[in-house]
């Protein structure tokens, strides 16, 4: 079956930097949009970047666009999302995603979520 695992979240201070991964398994990695979401306490989850199959395209959420940064390796099936100048506001919970279809910032387009990494910044 398909799976999706997230790591690397942790507690980081505010100003710092994280880099989260997650490998799939159970499809073929290439032919799927990957993105990454998150959900804080008492929040709704949001969408926060999103990239093509080749990589070639990446979106990203107004609030992390110039910290966050999106890529992939498909041949070794893994997304990545590197967090630089990690905020309070970032504190939540993130989930990789996989899209047949492409629509990188609907949470509805996308076919298998992974189990999610917390992510606590402290002041």
């Known amino acids: 079956q398909v799976q999706l695992v997230e790591s690397g979240g942790g507690l980081v201070l505010a100003g710092g930097s994280l880099r989260l991964s997650c490998v799939a398994s159970g499809l073929t990695f290439s032919d799927y949009y990957m993105g990454w979401f998150r959900q804080a306490p008492g929040k709704e989850r949001e969408f926060v970047a999103g990239?093509?199959?080749?990589?070639?395209?990446?979106a990203y959420a107004d609030s992390v666009k110039g910290r966050f940064t999106i890529s992939r390796v498909n041949a070794v099936n893994t997304v990545f999302l590197r967090m630089n100048s990690l905020q309070l506001e970032d504190t939540a919970v993130y989930y990789c995603?996989?899209?047949?279809?492409?629509?990188?910032?609907?949470?509805?387009?996308?076919?298998?979520w992974g189990q999610g990494t917390q992510v606590t910044v402290s002041s």
């Open positions: 995603a996989a899209s047949f279809r492409g629509q990188l910032r609907l949470s509805e387009e996308y076919n298998y």
């Open positions: 990239i093509s199959r080749s990589g070639a395209l990446t």
